[in-house]
Each structure stands twice: as structure tokens, then as C-alpha cells.
């Protein structure tokens, strides 16, 4: 069966968010792929961008840092240097400083200190699961996929529970500040000059700050050094210490990322789910699907459908010349789904080996810093699960977001027979 189809004419608008608000224009990436890999978009909204859709153009040049930068902005909007300087985090940084605020935080996200967690998780998922399940019908996004990296969020960053709620609707309002029904002051539909030194010019950026700011004097007073905020606080080997704004982005970016992305892959996950029947069965035999269900999972879902890169010079490739100061942006959303180097990509293969898809960013040093913890969430989840039903189907259409930047199904009525 047919998991989603696009439903695009194949001549999307890339830079409008309504091409994406019935999901990803797979039909026009498929285009560009076969006629035209490195396409000059335009873009009402700013100046123009090249488009590139291919994976092995985008492995290449995502590890080329240096004619490749992400520190002009890593959206497509255009931004002033004073803009971009109040709102960067160290993902809109190229090496070496990229690399010494990560080194940093690498610890706190390691794959061993990530595996300490897999109690909490599963803890959490089976509470989550119960919950959702006893309702026999519910909206999955809500009940399930937005439940677990919420609350696992406030235990690996040391976050009151209380306060987890008020943190993730904040946190919606910023990435996903292209849609009305996350935040009031949508990005292209009216003048938000006023937030314009906020991360993702948007209000909420300055309600994350200020409550980001309370908490760590908190902290402080209480003599609590531990945990990832702790860590971005100390001072670097050569003494230099993060600075309020930059603290105060990087903790929007954790609040917001480290949040949406693994919510919508499981979103994804389950809607697979109800339209391949034989993923349930694979992940109740169990035994070496756990070993790759994950990414493949994650692959589908692919929440990060972009990054933008700005040539630092001339650049020849595929005939054209991409000139020093333009943006170039890396449809991960379309690599994904290459066919040139995934075989049947629309088709979700639990055992797909090898997968070595971009949802991450693989292949350069902006490597997705939670990757571990969001693999562990999405595996520990479907392995529950699967624990707990015999049957999973759609009781109605799923609505994704209206974000060209954020993919994901943000509401996704489904109907189980529990085990």
C-alpha cells in the first residue's frame, strides 16, 4: 500500500510554505533530480537561492565548509549581519568555532551517555502509550509523538515538569513560526520587525530568554552545576566563555529542536505504520529490525527539510557558476528520497541496509548533536508500541505543517485495537 503520494503538479514553489502545507512537493524534487540537480529558485521573499536536490551533490558539499558557510544564516530568509549576529547559535558557525562550543556538549549527548537514559525512556513511553491507547481513537501527534521528547527533554536538560508544557508551545512558536496554528505572528504574513533580534523572529524567542535567564540564576543560587546547560556555560580551554546571547539561542535551539524533530519522526513512524501492516509485524518478531528500524524511520520522516549554506567563492558545477555570497540550500528532504541512491525510497523498509540517510546531516561537521538520544527515543517508542497493539489504522486525514524548513504531521487521527 501507498504510505502518502505527493500530490504536487511537479512546478512547486520551494520558497512558499503553502507547497509544503500538504507535505513535501516530492514530484518537483523528483524533477529537478532528473533535470535539473542545481536550480536557481526564486524567491519573493528575499533574494534568490540555488535549489540542490541530489544526494551526492548534497554528501559533497555539506563537508565543504569552507566555500560552503553556515555563518550567514542556515534559512533561506536574508538577514542583516546585525541580525544574524543576535540570533546565531553555533549551528550558524563554521570550524573551528562550530567545533569548540560542540566539543562542549559532545559529552552530554554521546551515544554512552544517551544509553543511561534508556530506562527513563521506556518508563516514560509505556505511560505515554497506556494512556494514548486506552482511548481506542486520538490523534497520535498529539497523544503520543509530542508527549515523549517533551518530558524526556526535562530530564536530560534538568527542566521543572511543570514547565514542560508552557516550554514546548514556545518552542513550536519559534520553528514551526511559518504556521497559524503554532504562533500568532507568522513569519510571512505580517511585519515582525519588532522581534528581529530574536532567535527565529519571533516573540517567543524573548520569553525562552528570559525564562532561560530565571532558571539558571536558580540553578546558580542553588548550587546545581550539573547538566547540559551547566556545561555551555563553562569557560572554553583558551578562557573564553559563551556569552547572555548566545546562551540565550542556544537554549531556544534546545527547547525547539530538541523537541520537534523526533516528534515528527515518530509522527511518521506511525503513519506508516497504518498503511504497511507488515511494519507491525516486523517489529513484534523483533530481534535485528531494532538494529535499523530507526533511521529508517527517521529517513522517512526527514523533519529538517533544508539547511541553507552561502558560497564563500565562484563555484563551477553542473554547467553553472554559483557566485561568492549566494545562497545554496541542501534539500535534505529531497535527498532522502533520491532513487539514485535509495532503493524504492517512497516504500518504508525497516531493514534497509545500508541507510545512510541525511536526516541528520551527515558528512560535515553540523552533524545533528542529539542524534543518539532521538534514535534511542524513536526505537524504545515503536518497541512499545508494538508491545501494546494488535492493529493500527488512520480514522481520519493526517495535516502536516505549513513550513518548507520543518517537515512534519502535526495532526494524525488514528484507531487501535490493543493487544
Not at 520551494?14 to 502545507?21: E, I, K, P, V, W
Request: with cysteine; aromatic share 10%.
Amino acid at each position: 500500500m501507498t504510505v502518502w503520494t505527493p500530490l504536487d503538479d511537479g512546478f512547486a514553489d520551494l520558497s512558499s510554505h503553502d507547497s509544503f502545507a500538504q507535505g513535501v512537493p516530492h514530484n518537483t524534487f523528483a524533477r529537478l533530480r532528473r533535470e535539473d540537480p542545481l536550480h536557481w529558485t526564486e524567491y519573493a521573499g528575499g533574494t534568490n537561492f540555488w535549489s540542490v536536490t541530489r544526494y551526492d551533490d548534497i554528501t559533497k558539499m555539506n563537508k565543504n565548509t569552507e566555500v560552503f558557510s553556515s555563518a550567514r544564516g542556515i534559512r533561506m530568509e536574508d538577514q542583516t549581519y546585525e541580525e544574524y549576529l543576535a540570533r546565531r547559535t553555533f549551528q550558524e558557525t563554521d570550524p573551528p568555532e562550530h567545533s569548540q562550543v560542540r566539543m562542549k556538549l559532545l559529552k552530554a549527548f554521546s551515544k554512552t551517555t544517551m544509553a543511561q537514559y534508556e530506562h527513563d525512556i521506556r518508563e516514560l513511553c509505556a505511560e505515554i502509550l497506556d494512556a494514548a491507547l486506552a482511548k481506542g481513537q486520538f490523534d497520535a501527534t498529539k497523544e503520543i509523538a509530542r508527549q515523549l521528547p517533551m518530558r524526556m527533554l526535562g530530564r536530560v536538560v534538568g527542566l521543572p515538569d511543570e514547565d514542560l508544557p508552557w516550554l514546548v508551545e514556545k518552542g513550536d512558536a519559534l520553528i514551526a513560526n511559518t504556521d497559524p496554528d503554532f504562533t500568532s505572528h507568522v513569519l510571512d504574513k505580517m511585519e515582525t520587525d519588532d522581534f528581529r533580534m530574536m532567535p527565529f523572529n519571533s516573540p517567543a524567542g524573548a520569553e525562552l530568554y528570559a525564562y532561560a535567564k530565571a532558571l539558571m540564576e536558580a540553578k546558580a543560587r542553588a548550587g546545581d552545576t550539573a547538566g547540559v546547560l551547566n556545561m555551555i556555560l563553562q569557560p572554553a580551554r583558551d578562557g573564553s566563555s559563551i556569552t547572555e546571547t548566545e546562551f540565550r539561542n542556544f537554549f531556544c535551539l534546545l527547547v525547539a529542536a530538541g523537541n520537534d524533530t523526533t516528534r515528527y519522526s515518530i509522527a511518521a513512524g506511525i503513519q506508516a505504520m497504518c498503511h504497511q501492516p507488515e511494519l507491525l509485524e516486523q517489529m513484534q518478531q523483533g530481534g535485528a529490525v531494532w538494529e535499523t528500524a530507526a533511521d529508517e524511520i527517521i529517513r522517512w520522516a526527514t523533519p529538517a527539510i533544508y539547511f541553507r549554506r552561502t558560497a564563500t567563492r565562484d563555484v563551477e558545477m553542473h554547467g553553472k557558476t554559483i557566485r561568492a555570497g549566494d545562497k545554496v540550500l541542501y534539500w535534505f528532504a529531497s535527498a532522502n528520497r533520491d532513487d539514485g541512491y535509495f532503493v524504492d525510497p517512497f516504500r518504508v523498509d525497516l531493514m534497509r541496509q545500508p541507510n545512510r540517510h541525511l536526516s541528520f546531516g551527515q558528512f560535515g561537521p553540523h552533524v545533528c548533536l542529539g542524534m543518539w538520544l532521538a534514535r534511542l527515543e524513536v526505537t524504545v517508542l515503536f518497541q512499545e508500541l508494538a508491545k501494546r497493539i494488535q492493529h493500527i489504522e488512520a480514522a481520519g486525514p493526517h495535516r502536516f505543517l505549513r513550513s518548507n524548513f520543518v517537515g512534519g504531521i502535526k495532526e494524525l487521527p488514528v484507531r487501535v485495537k490493543a493487544a
